[in-house]
Structures are given as structure tokens and as C-alpha cells.
């Protein structure tokens, strides 16, 4: 890590033209991962652009500078000239270079140095240059706060740094919940608090604001999608393109549906099922030790987390959920028998 550090700092001694990327369909630790480190780096005087392969939900568009940020899919030519013209790219909360999506192929022809940033399991060592891994931490923005930490940067943690870092933080651990929450996590965010950090504004500029159509789609899932394999201890709730189009869906709406499946006693698994921009997306979530991320890598070509992980299927919706009921009745031993 100190050696990294230095290198690192080294990279950072001069004004530099630099890029913060972020993976396919950024959630609140990508974006404020790299909004935090934007904020950080502009006050060092370099020249920072964030890239985001495609556009991401509204309730993320408060974070601080988020007005700044370049959606590739939105302006190809400017990201594409701004990305050839960096020396420095940051890749932050991914591990594999194809979460770029359409995006993949600028960084790749880029000459920059590559910074990686990320809490995946297996990064790909091959893509960057210098590579910041820690899969125990609960979010990238963790990661981030302590780089800015080691590398002398505390001062420069401002109301908006400690905002983004926090935003971060706060949404990949469920609302510090989840088992990957720790006393550093939330020494981490004391800190970000004593910085600034409004945590009540955050939390409900995050979660209490959905739209009327957000809300009722929600009870739609519930009330009519949700399937409870009560044998397999496990939850599958779907939407198609048709139920997303008659609840007026917006990037986000669907954010969080999965984890109320596995509010149900004895639930151990659960899977979202959407049709999105002609893909089949899956999300997957377990508790206790149950790895969902072998099961996204195995059947989904995806990744994530021992307890949210996700993937594609080629699959149309149907198809999607008996294949899952299939692969649920495979591991069905290994569900009933989870860990806590
Ligand atoms: P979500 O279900 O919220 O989209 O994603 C949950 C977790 O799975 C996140 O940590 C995310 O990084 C990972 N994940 C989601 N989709 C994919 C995917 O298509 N490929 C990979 N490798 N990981 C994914
Ligand atoms: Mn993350």
C-alpha cells in the first residue's frame, strides 16, 4: 500500500489533464466515489472530467458537481477527444474493463495511466497501472477516503467531498446494515460527518424521494410480481419491458425492489428479474453465507458480491425465471443450509 501511495502521489505532483470513470449504470458508491475525488482533485488545480458510460438515476444528480459529469452514450465525441487528450484515468467500483460498456474501447486506446479503485472480487490486474484493491471494503468510496487519508489530502475534504464519500458509503451498505459495515466504516464516516456531511439531508435526498410512479410500481412488484419458492427459501420478482413502460420507469425506479423480497422470515436469496434497454438484467441477493456472485458468474456472465451480485441473461423474462428456478433447485441444499 505505501509503495502504491507513493506512486500515486507521484502521478498526482503535476497538474494533470485526468479522467474518473465509473462502471455501466453508475449507483451511489460509483458516482460518489468519483464525484468525491473530483471534488478533491480540482482543488490540486488538475483538469478533471467524471465519464460515466450512460445516464444513472436522478436521485444521485444532488451530488455535489454532479452537473459536470459527461454521460458517453449522451456527448461520444466530447468523451472520446476528453479521453484521448488524459494522462490519468481513474477506474473506480469495477473490476472487469467490459463494465465500461460502449466506453471499453476509449479508455483502452488511451495512453493515460490507469488508476483502478474497487472492493470486487478478482480485479483485473491487467488494466491499470496501479490497482487499489481491498474486497473488504464495504464500498469504493471507503477506498477512497483512505487514499485521500494516505496521501495527505485530509484538509482538502471538504462539504462536498465528505457529501459525495458519504453518499457512497451509505448506499452500498444498505444504510451501514450489512455485514461488510465495520467500526472503520463508521469511524470513516464520523469523520465525514465532522467534515459536513449532512447525513439526515442525504438520506432522504437518496430514499424519500420517489416519484408517485416509482412508489406504485414498487407496490405492483410486491402485490403482484413477487414468486416466494417457499422450498428453496428463496424470492423471484420480474418485471418486462411492458410493466416498466406503464409505470412510466426512470432510471433508479427499480433500485432497492430485490431487497424486500428477502424481508420475508426463512428468505434466504432473492432475484429481480427487468427487462431494460432490450437486456435482461438480473439482480441478486442472499444473506448470510450464501455467495450469489458465483451464481451471476456462472450462469449470468456477472459478478458482484458474496450477497449482491448481478448479471445478464439472453434469455427473454420467462425463460430467465425458469432457468433460475432451475438453479435455485440445484443449489437448494446449500440456500436451506446458509450460515448467518
Ligand atoms: P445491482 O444488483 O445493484 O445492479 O448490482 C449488485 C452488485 O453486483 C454490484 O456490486 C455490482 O457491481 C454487481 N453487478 C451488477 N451487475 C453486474 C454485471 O453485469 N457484471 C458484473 N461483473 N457485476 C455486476
Ligand atoms: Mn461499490
Known amino acids: 500500500m505505501k509503495e502504491k501511495i507513493k506512486a500515486l502521489k507521484n502521478l498526482l505532483s503535476e497538474k494533470k489533464n485526468i479522467v474518473i470513470t465509473v462502471h455501466r449504470g453508475p449507483d451511489g458508491d460509483a458516482m460518489g466515489s468519483a464525484l468525491g475525488l473530483y471534488n478533491i482533485l480540482i482543488q490540486e488545480g488538475h483538469n478533471v472530467n467524471v465519464i460515466s458510460p450512460n445516464d444513472y ?12 459529469v459527461i454521460v458517453f452514450t449522451e456527448k461520444e465525441g466530447e468523451a472520446k477527444s476528453i479521453t484521448a487528450n488524459a494522462e490519468l484515468i481513474f477506474l473506480l467500483d469495477f473490476g472487469k474493463i467490459s463494465r465500461l460498456d460502449t466506453y471499453e474501447e476509449p479508455v483502452r486506446n488511451s495512453s493515460a495511466a490507469k488508476v483502478m479503485i474497487d472492493h470486487h472480487q478478482e480485479p483485473d490486474e491487467s488494466i491499470s497501472d496501479l490497482l487499489f484493491s481491498d474486497v473488504t471494503a464495504c464500498a469504493t468510496a471507503q477506498i477512497v477516503f483512505e487514499i485521500i487519508q494516505e496521501i495527505g489530502y485530509s ?13 457512497g458509503i451509505m448506499t452500498d451498505t444498505g444504510s451501514f446494515k450489512y455485514a461488510s459495515t465495520t467500526q472503520k466504516t463508521h469511524h470513516i464516516i464520523a469523520d465525514l460527518i465532522a467534515k459536513g456531511a449532512d447525513n439526515a439531508k442525504i438520506h432522504d435526498l437518496v430514499y424519500d424521494n ?8 414498487l407496490g405492483y412488484c410486491l402485490n403482484q410480481k413477487l414468486q416466494i419458492l417457499k422450498e428453496n427459501n428463496a424470492a423471484i420478482i420480474s418485471l418486462n419491458a411492458e410493466e416498466l413502460e406503464k409505470f412510466n420507469f426512470q432510471k433508479g425506479d427499480t433500485e432497492g425492489v430485490v431487497n424486500y423480497a428477502l424481508m420475508i422470515e426463512g428468505i434466504v436469496c432473492a432475484a429481480f428479474i427487468a427487462e431494460k434497454e432490450g437486456m435482461v438484467k438480473l439482480s441478486l441477493r442472499s444473506k448470510g453465507d450464501f455467495k450469489v456472485n458465483e451464481i451471476a458468474k456462472k450462469y449470468f456472465n456477472g459478478g458482484g458480491h458474496t450477497n449482491a451480485a448481478g448479471g445478464v441473461s439472453d434469455l427473454s423474462v420467462e425463460e430467465t425465471i425458469i432457468k433460475l428456478e432451475s438453479i435455485f433447485n440445484k443449489y437448494k441444499s446449500e440456500i436451506i443450509n446458509t450460515k448467518f
Do not use: G, M, Q, T
Not at 438515476?57 to 454532479?66: C, D, E, I, R, V
Not at 484538509?155 to 453518499?167: F, G, P, R, S, T
Not at 420517489?210 to 410500481?217: A, E, I, T, V, Y
Open 57 to 68: 438515476a436522478s436521485f444521485l444528480h444532488w451530488l455535489p458537481n454532479n452537473e459536470n
Open 210 to 217: 420517489f416519484s408517485d410512479n416509482r412508489l406504485k410500481l
Open 155 to 167: 484538509h482538502l475534504i471538504n462539504k462536498d467531498v465528505a457529501e459525495c464519500l458519504y453518499a
